[in-house]
């Protein structure tokens, strides 16, 4: 079973920061927080991962807090081609997909 | 210059016959992955694998099996394929084994099977 909590859906305006918040209460203290993303039925794609410090890449930036029980995914800028279903993946010793959470973003 | 290739893309076929799904990956490697997606959209690993260690989830029947004739390639086999069957398949790699850090795998585009 996956070990974290996502939202079922979320929608966002082109142009605006999409938050995609992620709950995983029961991490341990060597595993990763990985974030992929599903668009329309193609292989998953990387976004970004972490495990304590803040990441921020070309596509994403990833918040984890303090105590790592939570953390959010940040698109700066969201666009039409980010609408897919966004995975939030505690990687201890497998890649574990829950539901994730359907992000629309809306012109 | 796909990273992850599979072959093919849509498979069409009875039930209680015997398919074969290939992945090549060209990012040198280590470990390769089977992922099963079913209608309800959850991704769920089959197998892991790399030159040492073969890795099933118990959940797998003993009809799917990997086959992997060099590190690049991990082919999935079916044997007797039932109505169930039917769903996505994705190839993955890693670069290192699976439980190692800084280990991001890159999918495949899916091969799509339908068992009639």
């Known amino acids: 079973d996956a070990k974290t909590t996502q939202p079922p859906s979320m929608d966002c305006a082109e142009g605006r920061a999409a938050n995609l918040p992620c709950n995983h209460s029961t991490i341990s203290g060597n595993e990763y927080v990985y974030w992929y993303r599903q668009i329309h039925s193609q292989g998953p794609q990387y976004i970004i991962h972490?495990?304590?410090n803040n990441e921020t890449n070309e596509m994403a930036s990833l918040i984890i807090t303090e105590d790592r029980k939570s953390s959010t995914l940040i698109l700066p800028h969201a666009t039409l081609r980010d609408t897919a279903v966004y995975y939030c993946i505690v990687y201890g010793q497998n890649f574990v997909f829950g539901p994730g959470t359907r992000l629309s973003v809306l012109p | 210059d796909t990273a992850v290739s599979q072959t093919p893309k849509y498979l069409v076929t009875q039930m209680g016959n015997d398919k074969s799904i290939k992945c090549e990956q060209n990012l040198g490697h280590d470990t390769m992955y089977w992922y099963k997606q079913d209608s309800k959209k959850f991704l769920k690993i089959m197998f892991s694998y790399n030159n040492k260690e073969l890795i099933i989830n118990e959940t797998v029947p003993n009809r799917f099996s990997p086959k992997s004739p060099d590190k690049a390639h991990l082919n999935l086999h079916i044997n007797s394929l039932e109505l169930g069957d039917s769903a996505v398949y994705f190839c993955?790699?890693?670069?290192?084994?699976?439980?190692?850090?800084?280990?991001?795998?890159?999918f495949g585009p899916g091969t799509r099977l339908t068992v009639l």
């Open positions: 972490g495990l304590k």
């Open positions: 993955a790699s890693s670069p290192r084994g699976a439980g190692a850090p800084y280990n991001e795998q890159f």
